[in-house]
């Protein structure tokens, strides 16, 4: 059935200030850990979307108690009873973990330490997604998995109260499977050590010592060691860096604009779209205002700037731009000279292959785009004009949808995006967020 959502130009350039919805990786952790640790948690500006519902379900299902109501601002807020020392419940079907890598990834760490036989299993996409990587590990700690050799949910998952310390060299800079590892080290017996080929996002690093683990961190290293034990905490989540690219993007496209974003995260390993961008020449910058637990947060000021320039964006900075690509791919199509992305394999393995989603959406608006290796290259047109009738696949991808809307919403013709709705995964308020920014 097609679902195709008209995306009309924007009728003035956008200005003033603007919030975007709870960081969806610090969410993601704020509602799990909260669920293992003993005592009730009270969390706030937890991102309302379907991922997080998906952590909130599985968790309920394992026994927590999860009270989160919507606020005003359309985040969630309340406390979280977690299972704490006497472990989640066997629950008595598979656990769905929707669209949401993070949840699935993130709870088989979880599940480790624990006697019970659960299920893993997701929607079309995630079940395509990568898993061996988690499971692997999480076996030499001394985890069941069945099918043992498996890469694909569903998996059924036995964890065990004799969990054995590692030190392990994980194959690709993952925040997922680091924070697996970590999650289940916690309970084994000695020091679990994760070293990584880059540094990838460092959320549970920051947040375990606020449910009182402490964790030792270098750039390419985390460690932590068990057994520990989790207590509640108060923590706020700050603004989702990822869903503010996408208004930093549509403010650098759209003639005259000129905004503020206020309350985002500013983890440097999540901000690295500031630093390509900064790169490309745009009139960016962002400002530190305070920290919420070790999270830095603050302010991110952009306006339209007309001469962007292409970059070449080394490897090792794919990490913290990971799930920035798509919209950074849309920008570079409007710079002049050729982009390009280095050592971006990985994204064959998101909620769809981005790099194919990338080359098919840029190669409509006629822009030449190649990868070679695990590069890509993008050659920028800065007179790009948006052809009317263009219709886009998001292939059912949040972060794919919001930037084929953006070529509707910042071009001179209005645009069809099929399978818009799968915006709801990370910023179900994405369209009218930006809309709302045209001030009459
Ligand atoms: C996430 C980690 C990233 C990112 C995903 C969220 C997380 O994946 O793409 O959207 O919350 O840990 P990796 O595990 O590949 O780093």
Redesign the pocket.
Known sequence: MSNKTTIEPLQGPLSGTARVPGD??IS??AVLFSAMAEGTSHISGVLDSEDVRSSIAVVTQLGAVVDLEPCEDGSLAGTVRGWGQAGPTQPDAPLDCGNS??TA??LMGMLAPWPIQVTLTGDDSLRRRPMRRNTAPLMKMGVQFKPAEADHLPITETGTADLRAITYDAP????????AVLLAGLYAHGTTTLNEPAP??N??ELMLPEYGVPTTAGTRVAEVSGPAVMHACDLHVPGDA?SAAFLVAAALLKRGSSVRIEGVSLNPARIGFVRTLERMGADIAEHVEGHEGKEPFGSIDVSFTASLHGCEVPAQHF?SI??EVPVLALVAAHARGVTVFKGVA?LR??ETDRIQAIMEGLEKLGIDVWEEGDNLYIEGDPHLRVPEGLTFDSKGDHRIAMTWALVGLCGEASVAVDDFAAVAVSYPNFLTDVESMVRA
């Open positions: 969806k990786s993601h952790r890598g993070t990834r993130l690709m800079a993952s925040a997922q499977l680091k924070t990838s996002r959320h549970t990822s990490a990971l799930d990985e393995a998101k």
